[in-house]
């Protein structure tokens, strides 16, 4: 199963205007410019464990885990390019989220199937699904089969981090703090340069 990959960041168009409104500062605009959009971007963990959670039923370890951030520099700014958060990881088992049965159904498969909370407060049905063993990982799983016949069966996942992220209710809001927290982090910037000169 391949990694799920997302990537945040501060939009280039963003950017620019913070390096025209800035350009008479000289290389002071450089500096503010990257720390403040460090500081921007290392506050997307946080962000992203606090609206993943408000949507899915995921543990907070589990998000910022998934996250690296790779820092901005003046090189990398001139080349175009700032900070990012990665975001990467597989869809997770249907076991981590409080499946019904917990224990291999083999003998005794529920009618109903299984059912999890990968939504919040949302306990979803899984038809004609059951748990049983995995055989390359050894772990419970829950399986379905491909069709009538007894094999083969198909282990039955929920979203990757990255996938929680995509979705329109999380992405938005994420993108939306990330350039509130720019623009907050580059007054305060601009701020310390403008006292700096008085000085």
């Given amino acids: 199963m391949s990694n799920d990959i997302i990537n945040i960041k501060i939009s280039n168009e963003d950017i620019k205007k913070a390096?025209?409104?800035?350009?008479a500062f000289g290389s002071s605009a450089e500096t503010a410019i990257v720390r403040a959009i460090n500081r921007a971007v290392s506050g997307v963990r946080t962000d992203a464990a606090t609206n993943i959670r408000k949507e899915f039923n995921v543990r907070?370890?589990?998000i910022r885990k998934s996250f690296s951030v790779i820092k901005a520099s003046a090189c990398a700014l001139k080349r175009?390019?700032?900070a990012s958060a990665?975001?990467?990881?597989k869809r997770f088992s249907l076991m981590k989220f409080n499946p019904r049965p917990k224990t291999a159904t083999r003998r005794n498969m529920p009618k109903f199937g299984v059912s999890a909370v990968v939504k919040k407060g949302k306990r979803k049905v899984y038809r004609d699904a059951f748990v049983g063993t995995g055989q390359d990982s050894g772990n419970l799983l829950v399986f379905r089969r491909k069709d009538k016949d007894r094999l083969p069966v198909i282990s039955q996942t929920a979203p990757s981090i990255p996938q929680m992220l995509s979705t329109v209710n999380v992405n938005d809001?994420?993108?939306q703090k990330l350039s509130?927290?720019?623009?907050k982090n580059l007054n305060r910037e601009i701020n310390f340069i403008l006292q700096k000169n008085k000085g």
């Fill in 80 to 82: 175009g390019s700032g």
């Fill in 60 to 62: 907070a370890a589990d």
């Fill in 86 to 89: 990665k975001s990467s990881g």
């Fill in 173 to 175: 809001k994420m993108q």
């Fill in 180 to 183: 509130e927290r720019f623009s």
């Fill in 19 to 23: 390096q025209q409104y800035l350009e």
